[in-house]
Structure formats: C-alpha cells, structure tokens
T-cell receptor, first 114, second 113 residues
Framework: DAGVIQSPRHEVTEMGQEVTLRCKPI?????LFWYRQTMMRGLELLIY????????DSGMPEDRFSAKMPNASFSTLKIQPSEPRDSAVYFC????????????FGSGTRLTVV | GEDVEQSLFLSVREGDSSVINCTYT??????LYWYKQEPGAGLQLLTY?????DMKQDQRLTVLLNKKDKHLSLRIADTQTGDSAIYFC?????????????FGSGTRLSIRP
C-alpha cells in the first residue's frame, strides 16, 4: 500500500498563474479530503468527496479554487489565478468509510506564490 | 460551530511524561483523535477513542476522555526525542457532519535533555 500520493511536493509559482495540485487516494477508499495548513489558520478543510462526488465545499475560500475527482483514483485542486495569500501546505487525505478510524494523509504539497 | 482547542506549546524533559490537553465544544462528537505531525510530513493518526469510552491505552500512549467536561488528553510515557512533533486533537461525528474531522490548532511538543 503506497499510501496517499500527492504531487508535486513543492510548487513555486508567480502570482496570477494557474496551479494544479494532484492526489491519488488509497485504493478502495471512498472518501477524499483536501485540507490547507497555514501558521495563521491551522488546518482548514476545503472540500471533500464521497465516491467521487463533492459533498461539502463550504471551506473553499473563493471562486479561484476548484476541485475535481474524475475517478476513484485521482483528484485535483486548482487555483486560478493564484495569489501570495494562497501560499500554504495543501494536504490530501482519504478514508475507507465515514472516518471512524481517521483519515490517512498524504505528505502534502508546499505551495509558494511569489 | 464546532471548535477544538489546545495549547500551542509544551516542553518536557526527556524521560518524563508528556500530557497534552484538548477541549472541544460539540457534545455530539462520536470519535476523538490524536494525530502527530513531524516536520515536512503529513499528519499521522496516533490513536482514536470512541465517545462511550473514557480511557484507551496503547503502549506508551494513554488517552483520557472526560465527556462531561468535553476534555481529551494524551499522555506519552517516557518521552523521547523522537516524540518531538506537533500533536493535533480532532473530533468527528458531531453536528456538522459525521464525515468531517475538525482539527485543533496543534500543540508543539519539544523535548529538552
């Protein structure tokens, strides 16, 4: 089991550019979550999917953020256009069921927008 | 809305016990968790406790739950340098959604010789 795989590990981009973060959940997990971590705001849930369907996107900060899950093994989080305040570590996590035993997190993507 | 609070820092001497405390507001929380985050890594689930339990022990880790006071603690016995990390308290199964885990801000545990 390779765990939750995120790419890239680090991303540096210029303000105004489009950024796409990628996630491969653990095979067989029905739930996928995107979190953002910053020093100021801690861990924030952005959106989560169940069986590839977005269930709750109330944490998505603005229309500049969008997330998709075209199939059970892949999800993307896109920021367009990116801004310096989007700089953070973005985590993807997956869970086999309603998270009775907690999520499995990926290693995160550190995004820096300059 | 739901809230999970914990102190930001804790410093302990190597070999002593560490106790990290957490309070939460949602009395309908079903599961409570402790996660560990090492530098540059994602969050790793350490342990979890169901809300009808008041204690769970797993090797050096002891979790205590006081549901009446909505207080959760994590005790690490014989703290080692490898225990240096940020520890997150979290809850799920509350009013907002059974699927969402709400995290505290994390407690940074540092170990002094």
């Amino acid at each position: 089991d390779a765990g939750v795989i995120q790419s890239p590990r680090h991303e540096v981009t210029e303000m105004g550019q489009e950024v796409t973060l990628r996630c491969k959940p653990i095979s067989g997990h029905d739930y996928l979550f995107w979190y953002r971590q910053t020093m100021m705001r801690g861990l924030e849930l952005l959106i989560y999917f169940n069986n590839n369907v977005p269930i709750d996107d109330s944490g998505m900060p603005e229309d500049r953020f969008s997330a998709k899950m075209p199939n059970a093994s892949f999800s993307t989080l896109k920021i367009q256009p990116s801004e310096p305040r989007d700089s953070a570590v973005y985590f993807c996590a997956s869970s086999p069921t309603v998270p009775a035993r907690g999520y499995t997190f990926g290693s995160g993507t550190r995004l820096t927008v300059v | 809305g739901e809230d999970v609070e914990q102190s930001l820092f804790l410093s302990v001497r190597e070999g002593d016990s560490s106790v990290i405390n957490c309070t939460y507001t949602d009395s309908s929380s079903t599961y409570l968790y402790w996660y560990k985050q090492e530098p540059g890594a994602g969050l790793q689930l350490l342990t979890y406790i169901f809300s009808n339990m008041d204690m769970k022990q797993d090797q050096r880790l002891t979790v205590l739950l006081n549901k009446k006071d909505k207080h959760l603690s994590l005790r690490i016995a014989d703290t080692q340098t490898g225990d240096s990390a940020i520890y997150f308290c979290a809850e799920s199964g509350g009013h907002s959604s059974a699927s969402k885990i709400i995290f505290g801000s994390g407690t940074r545990l540092s170990i002094r010789p």
